[in-house]
């Protein structure tokens, strides 16, 4: 049984390669492409019993040559004869992966791997082709004590490009052929429904694209443009990076892809369409060749200060090489796979020599790429050759002192990915050997047989591996044969030789805790042209705090304008999209990035209007007061008596309320003031104006009583004149009371008057019994106003009707032009005309019925007679 290792050393490749044949052309001449030759490899490898350890030995031509096979189709445009020297380390990296899982005793014991490479060109067609001849059974077969038959292939390592892992899977899918890759990448190969026996050893394009959005997201960067190869591993890239990018709200402002054979017009538009661009963060999801033909293009117009941000594809790739090119490139950021040392690979890597392999037509193309000298066989003929005068080698030549992609194992982990992907297959079998009969997960409890089991019963092992490597990495596949997703972030600088080195500067883990999946070390980064400051990459600068952003029609949502926000509203965050309301006790302060409590209204006692108005109110309550106690003193004289004193007191009461119940209107409204406010002003005014009809009935009665022995008097005493006042004031203590129960008045917060001010108000509650209660104050002053307007003729040096006939007047005018003023005041000054209202009405009915007698009883006492109030003497002698 063989198990087939099909690779590619270089990641998605789309420049210009060959095959390797016996003889070719050296290195071309052109600078920025000298050193590079993609080599892509078919690997297998032989799995013989093993009787000892030198059953490699017995198959010279597998693990001596190496097994390279040229193919003579080449498909167009595979014109590059440059040596890859990075993929010549990933097969020896292959080769000395198998030297130690044979070498260990604890894994497939009693089991000899080898392996065989073919050069599948990068491209998906020869690649089919091989595929089908192996699983055919049409390659060729080892004649060998150990190796001999036809091979038989049980699992594929490989391809590199997406492209030929593609094409592969597709071919021996249907053969239940495990196939496992270590460079692909593609979105696509995730699908398990089109491609079930697909695995890789490095994180799948999804993975990588969220790392750089991430990566994108954390230099605030919004605005950036995008490169990619126009095949599967490029536009698979590239549609999960934008998809990624538009839920982190990040915009492109350009898309560019190209393949490597397009013409050299598309490519210098691309460039320029780069150079006329608003941004300079240019992402690229491309190979090491696009890559390299798009630079070239990029030194030709002295493109500078573009700050590249590459895949893992091309961001540890060795394919600048001149000076004038480096600093073009310093500063590119980067996800790369993630770097392991894996002990002895480096020894290994370093030893090899031509005679250890005499007529390894790889090995040699790699010795004299290296040292630039030219091998030759004994017969002194020159397989490999070159067209340039090279001096011939020594044999003596070094690899210690030569320092390159070869060389180099910290310039990416590549190998790593590779040397796990062969172990993979390795443990997989392991485990599928390790079967115990009767245990097995094959129908009817069995096991595979190591000379009859089938692929897809290696398959099955495949998905459920779980091992840890010699470096303490524990490898296992998920659902869809994606491994961890991890990367490291690098970043290229000039170092002190002047050259350039990637550097890690961070470490991305896709299954960290939300918000700590990237971790960087800023202060190492270098950006583009060797400074030090982030550049900056926003189509539009962001809003400050206070502002919202507005996008720009037909403009991406990065492309925005800033607008301050409305009164009662802020912005406390950069690039807020939305302002926020304040909350109703609140509002926004000048730079609208703050909601501060709004100002406090009502009528204070401490406020000079307030305390005007108690100074009054005061004043009201000791005239009142005043009259009151002037009357007491005077009651036996005839003019109070005339008065009705009774009804005078209680008068002078019922306004000392009044006045008094003014003050419970200034001060912070509370449950038990607003309460009071309203009840003690129904119910004073009520008692105020029935006393004051009383009286008008009274005086009315007392001047239709024309004959002495007239009962109108009579049943109009002093009895029925409290139980007049008695029951006018009960109809408004009842509607009051219903008020309470119903409905009662409740202080409120009013915020619609003023946006930036808080009012403290009393709601008047059952909105019916506040018109109740204010309907029949009006109703009763208007009844008294009537009755006194027709007593005011009445014969009398002192007419009390005219005194109450101008007290109403004045109390009528008083709540008439209340009502409009009440309308127009703003906020406290309501409270203040409703106060005003009040006091003024309480002094015009106080000063109107009483400073009369007052100024009689003071002031003219010899008024204060009987003849003189019966109009009996000629007021016009006084």
Not at 64 to 79: F, I, N, V
Not at 489 to 515: C, D, F, H, M
Not at 761 to 769: K, L, N, P, R, V
């Amino acid at each position: 049984m063989d198990f087939w290792l099909f690779t590619h050393p270089l990641k998605n490749s789309k420049y210009s390669i060959r095959e390797y044949s016996p003889r070719r052309p050296h290195l071309s001449s052109n600078p920025l492409t000298s050193g590079i030759n993609p080599v892509n490899i078919l690997f297998i490898a032989s799995k013989a019993s093993k009787e000892s350890r030198t059953a490699v030995a017995l198959c010279p031509n597998i693990a001596r040559s190496s097994g390279l096979r040229a193919h003579s189709e080449r498909p167009a445009g595979l014109l590059d004869d440059t040596f890859d020297l990075r993929g010549f380390r990933l097969l020896q990296t292959m080769i000395f992966t198998i030297e130690e899982i044979n070498r260990d005793e604890s894994l497939l014991p009693n089991i000899t791997l080898g392996y065989r490479i073919h050069d599948d060109c990068g491209s998906p067609e020869i690649a089919t082709k091989i595929a089908l001849a192996l699983v055919n059974g049409q390659e060729e077969t080892y004649v060998d004590k150990v190796c001999d038959g036809p091979l038989s292939i049980s699992g594929i390592v490989g391809g590199a490009e997406s492209s030929v892992s593609i094409a592969v899977a597709r071919t021996t899918g249907s053969f239940r052929i495990p196939l496992v890759s270590y460079f692909s990448t593609c979105v696509c190969l995730s699908d398990k429904n089109e491609y079930p026996t697909f695995q890789r050893t490095i994180p799948s394009d999804e993975h990588q694209s969220k790392a750089l959005v991430h990566l994108i997201q954390k230099f605030g960067w919004t605005w950036i443009g995008t490169v990619s190869s126009n095949n599967d591993y490029g536009n698979s890239g590239m549609r999960a990076f934008v998809e990624a990018a538009e839920e982190f709200g990040l915009c492109i402002a350009f898309s560019e892809s190209f393949h490597r054979t397009d013409s050299t017009e598309k490519i210098t538009r691309i460039v320029q369409v780069m150079k006329e661009a608003t941004t300079k963060v240019v992402v690229a999801f491309a190979g090491p060749g696009e890559m390299r033909i798009l630079f070239a293009e990029v030194l030709r117009q002295n493109l500078s200060g573009v700050q590249w941000v590459g895949s893992e594809a091309w961001i540890t790739a060795d394919f600048v090489v001149v000076d004038s090119g480096r600093r073009f490139l310093t500063g590119a950021i980067g996800t790369a796979v993630r770097a392991q040392e894996i002990p002895g690979v480096q020894d290994f890597l370093l030893t090899i020599h031509p005679s250890r392999f005499p007529g390894n037509p790889l090995l040699m193309e790699f010795w004299e790429t290296t040292f630039g000298c030219t091998l030759s066989f004994d017969n002194g003929t020159n397989e490999v050759g070159s067209i340039g005068r090279l001096p011939q080698c020594s044999g003596n030549e070094s690899l210690l002192q030569i320092s390159n992609a070869y060389t180099d194992l910290t310039m990416d982990g590549n190998s790593y990915i590779v040397y796990k992907a062969v172990y993979s297959f390795a443990h997989a079998l392991h485990d599928m050997l390790s079967c115990e009969s009767g245990k097995g997960p094959f129908p009817n409890k069995t096991c595979a047989r190591l000379s009859t089991f089938k692929p897809w019963q290696i398959l099955h092992y495949m998905k459920s591996i779980y091992f840890t490597t010699k470096v303490g990495e524990k490898v296992h596949f998920d659902e869809k044969g994606n491994p961890t997703a991890a990367y490291d972030i690098v970043n290229w600088k000039i170092n002190a030789n002047g050259s350039l080195e990637v550097q890690t500067v961070g470490y991305y883990n896709g299954s960290g805790r939300p918000g700590k999946e990237l971790m960087l070390n800023l202060h190492q980064i270098v950006w583009s042209g060797g400074k030090r400051q982030i550049p900056r990459a926003v189509c539009s600068e962001s809003c400050s705090l206070g502002t919202r952003k507005i996008a720009r029609k037909g403009q991406p949502i990065c492309c925005f304008d800033c607008k301050s926000c409305a009164d009662g509203e802020i912005s406390n965050a950069t690039d807020s999209a939305d302002c926020i309301k304040c909350p109703p006790l609140y509002w926004s302060n000048d730079r609208r990035d703050q909601c501060i409590a709004k100002n406090i209204e009502y009528l204070g006692f401490t406020e000079i209007l307030g305390f005007v108005l108690v100074l009054l109110a005061v004043a009201g309550v000791c005239m009142s007061g005043l009259t009151a106690g002037l009357f007491f003193r005077h009651r036996d004289t005839p003019l109070v008596k005339a008065n009705n004193s009774e009804l005078s007191f209680l008068l002078l009461f019922a306004l000392s309320c009044c006045f008094l119940c003014s003050v419970t209107f200034i001060g912070e409204p509370s449950h038990w003031s607003c309460i009071l406010r309203r009840m003690a002003f129904g119910v004073s005014f009520v008692m105020c104006i029935s006393c004051v009809l009383v009286k008008t009935i009274l005086v009315l009665t007392a001047f239709k009583a024309t004959h002495p022995s007239s009962n109108r008097i009579k049943w109009f005493g002093q009895r029925q004149q409290r139980i007049s006042v008695f029951l006018l004031a009960s109809v408004q203590v009842l509607i009051c009371v219903l008020w309470l129960l119903v409905e009662p008045p409740f202080p409120v917060i009013n915020t619609k008057f003023y946006r930036e001010t808080i009012i403290l108000e009393c709601d008047t509650g059952s909105s019916a019994a506040f018109y109740s209660a204010s309907g029949y104050i009006a109703l009763l002053s208007c009844i008294c106003f009537v009755l006194a307007f027709l007593a005011r003729t009445l014969p009398d040096n002192f007419n009390e009707a005219k005194c109450i006939t101008f007290s109403m007047l004045i109390f009528c005018a008083v709540w008439v032009t209340f009502i409009p003023a009440s309308v127009s005041s703003p906020g406290k000054y309501t409270v203040a005309v409703e106060v005003f209202a009040i006091l003024a009405s309480s002094f015009g009915l106080l000063l109107c019925i009483f400073a009369p007698k007052c100024f009689i009883i003071v002031i003219t006492p010899e008024r204060n007679t009987k003849k003189h109030i019966m109009g009996k003497v000629d007021e016009r002698k006084f």
